[in-house]
């Protein structure tokens, strides 16, 4: 089968790939009909992310047709269309019956913090993704749910990660009827959880990046206020003055590491001398909110995202909340909020490309060239 397959860092090709086997009674193999490139991928392809090994193959959002199913998978069968979230669960342990499936022990064992995740690294149990014609799925009566027949696969596509993640990200603000809420990264993940803010109560939502037209996008997409940190003196300063000097009540970090990393050599011109791949978004999100507010994150960090001001966190007494999203928790709401045309996931896709031009599409989002936001690919039929 035709397959995305990882060389190094920045280096992608496509190539043939061992059609996937079924490993245990639980799995099943799902034919992807079309699968997404995220800001997560990203931190892989930047070499970022620890046990990265040649020759994986990414890709933790897609969905597709069942193909095959292990003898004692009961809640899918062969010819389903599924969405498949990007937490590979296990359905039973401590956390998953907390529905913290990004938190499964079983899917991840040796693991310390992260569940197990498809095409994520080994550092996220070694499982390939989906940027292929066909990917093996484990403990598929947990994670994969049948695609409402009604429903776009566009969107479908999209609620096996982002507009969960965006949604999680203002749920655990723990936004307030009337609270201002700041989103700094203006990626499809960011532009997802400003969105969202709106459903819990905000009354002013703020956007920042550095990228216009994703700022442009935002402004339409999510009908929030969105500003370009690159001509603000200081970002900090300016979200006080701009809520009287209180603070936003919420920020949310949708940026992450090696995004951060980039904005860097963009600000250091400005004496902002922060160690390269250092959280510069987090810092502002913290300095930003006010006292007693809330900073959730849910940006990616590999090993490089320390240097917190903790100091400021104790001061403000600030809580700060994280996690890798919950996506099967969520689905349900989500499910809905699509379906009452609350959300519109598929508006964000500005790129379909097919599996054959990976590469391309790597480093077009990668980039941030032509004005792109979300690329999806699309198997050979
Ligand atoms: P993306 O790379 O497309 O977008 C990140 C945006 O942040 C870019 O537009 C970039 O210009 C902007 N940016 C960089 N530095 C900034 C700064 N200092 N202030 C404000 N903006 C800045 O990525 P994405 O797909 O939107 O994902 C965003 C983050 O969310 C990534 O770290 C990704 O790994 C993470 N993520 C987390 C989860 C989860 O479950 N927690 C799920 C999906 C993605
Ligand atoms: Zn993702
Ligand atoms: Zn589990």
Redesign the pocket.
């Known amino acids: 089968m035709l397959a995305m397959n990882y060389r190094g860092p920045r280096r992608i090709r496509v190539s043939q790939k061992p059609h996937p086997e079924l490993l245990h009674p639980n799995d099943a193999i799902v034919r992807v009909t079309r699968s997404c490139i995220?800001?997560?991928d990203?931190?892989l392809y930047h070499g970022l992310v620890p046990d990265t090994r040649v020759g994986t193959t990414f890709g933790h959002e897609f969905i597709g047709v069942v193909e095959e199913i292990g003898p004692t998978v009961q809640n899918i069968k062969v010819g389903d269309n599924v969405l498949v979230p990007f937490n590979i669960a296990c359905g039973t342990c401590a956390f998953c019956k907390q529905e913290l499936y990004?938190n499964c022990h079983e899917s991840n064992p040796e693991a310390t913090a992260v569940g197990g995740i498809f095409g994520y690294s080994h550092t996220a149990g070694g499982y390939d993704g989906g940027q292929a014609e066909y990917v093996r799925v484990p403990y598929a009566d947990v994670g994969p749910t049948v695609i409402p027949a009604d429903m776009d696969p566009d969107d479908a596509v999209l609620l096996t990660?982002?507009a969960p993640?965006g949604y999680q990200a203002a749920e655990m603000g723990g936004i307030k009827k009337g609270d201002t809420v700041v989103v700094?990264?203006?990626?499809?993940?960011?532009i997802m959880a400003a969105k969202c803010s709106w459903l819990f109560g905000a009354a002013r939502v703020i956007i920042?990046?550095?990228?216009e037209y994703?700022l442009e996008f935002a402004r339409k997409y999510a009908q929030c206020e969105a500003y370009n940190?690159r001509s603000l003196e200081d970002p900090v300063v300016f979200l006080k003055r701009t809520t009287g000097w209180f603070g936003a009540d919420v920020c949310i970090d949708?940026?992450?590491?090696d995004?951060?990393g980039?904005?860097l050599q963009t600000i250091t011109g400005k004496k902002l001398m922060l160690q390269a791949g250092a959280a510069?978004?987090l810092h502002?999100a913290i300095n930003s909110v006010k006292k007693g507010g809330i900073v959730s994150i849910?940006?990616?960090y590999g090993p490089t995202g320390n240097l917190i001001p903790i100091g400021n966190v104790v001061n403000k007494g600030i809580t700060i909340r994280a996690?890798?999203?919950s996506v099967k928790r969520l689905l349900p709401r989500l499910i809905e909020h699509v379906k009452s045309g609350v959300l519109n996931p598929k508006g964000i896709i500005t790129h379909r490309v097919p599996l054959e031009e990976v590469a391309e599409a790597y480093h077009i989002?990668s980039s941030?060239l032509d004005n792109c936001i979300k690329p999806i690919l699309i198997p050979p039929s």
């Open positions: 995220c800001g997560s990203l931190h990004g990660d982002v993640t700094f990264g203006a990626g499809p993940v960011g920042i990046d550095h990228i994703r940190f949708a940026v992450g590491a995004a951060a980039s904005a510069t978004a502002w849910v940006g990616v996690n890798q999203a989002f941030k």
